[in-house]
């Protein structure tokens, strides 16, 4: 009768060193998603009091908890807020209730705490969008460029004529003349 040989044994020792390298190495490939938010330059620090605010500078938008928008107490898309700010900044037809320049111009954003964070990013993103496509059409006539590849004085230009006045504190409540 012939003899069962015994298997060798693996030596296991090197598998915690193996568990450890294989750690590390997921450790340092994988990505961690993070969370983002809206890039906002924010104005500088103020301490007086407010200044007095024209009712015809200010576009009051409001958004309720069921995400119903409101500009200037008119039901309104969403989809219509760029082209909405737009008219109410430039003012080609040179309205009395709107600002007579876009550096006046004021946009008040009001929402309820029950407006979900979703619809408050588009109707940002859509203000955004209405002051890119207004600074582009400027450098576009001023300096036959876009504005993203204009040089620091000249987008300050630009800046100058369409500041990005966002307002999410209630306008009204701040005393107006004129």
Known sequence: MRKRRKMPELNAGSMADIA??????????????????????????????PGPVAM?????ILVNG?????????????EMMKAIVIDFVNNPRREKDKPITSEKAIISLQNDVNTSYDTYVKIYAHIHEAYLTMRNEMAQVQFQSDYAKLAVAQKNVILK?????????DPFNISMSQ
């Open 161 to 169: 004529k369409y500041p990005m006045k966002l307002s999410e504190a």
């Open 66 to 78: 069921n995400d119903d928008l409101l500009v200037e107490s008119k039901p309104t898309e969403i």
């Open 56 to 60: 015809n500078n200010v576009l009051k």
């Open 20 to 49: 450890f390298l294989l750690l590390i190495f997921f450790l340092v490939v994988t990505t961690i998603a993070e969370d983002k938010g809206i890039p906002v330059i924010l104005p500088e620090y103020y301490d007086g009091p």
